[in-house]
């Protein structure tokens, strides 16, 4: 079993950066993709940044050069570095962990206001 665990979201205003970190337990981290995903209210669960496990990353097009996704397979971490936040990228953060299986973490809230 994969436990997955998020923190770093929060308020912040239009323009600003938030950091968010994922930690992972249960498992062999580094044989994973880990990817960071996001659902806004009233619409479907999105990709945002993945990475699979031989270093290969993939950004949705709303987030490219504005988002970075990275990982510490000595830590269990991955972590997605945002920047230049829009109100549209409010929504609840997903950590992703796919091997096989997918496993989830309960997720953190991003709100970007003014």
């Known amino acids: 079993q994969v436990q997955l665990v998020e923190s770093g979201g929060g308020l912040v205003q239009p323009g600003g950066s938030l950091r968010l970190s994922c930690a992972a337990s249960g498992t062999i981290f580094s044989m994973y993709a880990m990817g960071w995903y996001r659902q806004a209210p009233g619409k479907q669960r999105e990709l945002v940044a993945t990475m699979t496990s031989g270093g290969r990353i993939n950004y949705a097009d709303s987030v490219k050069g504005r988002f970075t996704i990275s990982r510490d397979n000595a830590k269990n971490t991955v972590t997605l570095e945002m920047n230049s936040l829009k109100p549209e990228d409010t929504a609840v953060y997903y950590c992703?962990?796919?091997?096989?299986?997918?496993?989830w973490g309960q997720g953190t809230q991003v709100t970007v206001s003014p």
């Open positions: 992703n962990a796919t091997a096989t299986v997918a496993y």
